[in-house]
C-alpha cells in the first residue's frame, strides 16, 4: 500500500535498479572473438595457398613434331608444373621463351615436355655429324639427345696420357649396338661439331684409332 502522505509530498518510494543483462554482453563478446578467428583463419589460409603455388609454366607439344620442325606458337601448348628444383625446371623451355629461330634436333611426341636441349637454333642444327663408337663403361649410362659433353680418347699406350679432344659437344643421336669381340656391349654416339671443330677432325680420327673415345658430360 502507498503512503498516501508521499504522494501529497510528491516522493514516492524509490525505483527498483535496472539489472543489466551482463550474460549477454559476455556473449557479443564472444561473437568479436570468434569473427576474428574466422579471419584470420582465412587470412592464414590464403597465404599458405599462395606459397604453395610454386609451378611452373613451360612449353610442351602440342602435336607430334619431327625432328626439323622450326618451333612456333602453334606447335607447343602451355603447361603448369610443380618441379622439385630450379635445376630441373631449368631443363625445359620456359613459357615466357622466346621461339624465334629454334628447331627441333629429335622428334617430339604429343605432350612431350619440350627439353631445352631439343631446341636450339639453326645454326646449332647445321652442325657437322661424327659417328663414334663408345665402349660400355666410357660414357654415362644415361647419356641422351642433347647433352653436352666433351671428347677425350684414352690411348691404348699406357704410358700415354689422356687428350681432349673437343669440348661442349652436342649429342645427336643415342643407339645400342654390340661390339664385333666379344660380345661387349657399346653405344653408337653421333656428335654434332661446329664449323670451328672441324679442323681438329683429322688429328681427332688419329688419336682414336690408336685409343678409345671418352665422352664425360656436362652438367644438364
Known sequence: MVDSSAVRSGFAAPSTPTVRNRKARWKDGRLVLGVLLVAITALAGAKLLASADDTTTIYAADRDLPAGTKLTTDDLTTVRVRFTSNEEAGRYVDAAADLKGLVVVRAIGAGEFMPRQAAVTQTENDRTELPLSIAAGRLPGDTAVGDQ???WVVPKDADQ?????????RVVQVDTVKGVAGGSARRQVLVGLDPADLPKLPAALAAMSTGEPVLVRRGR
Open 149 to 151: 659433353v666433351d671428347v
Open 161 to 169: 696420357q689422356a687428350k681432349k679432344l673437343w669440348d661442349t659437344i
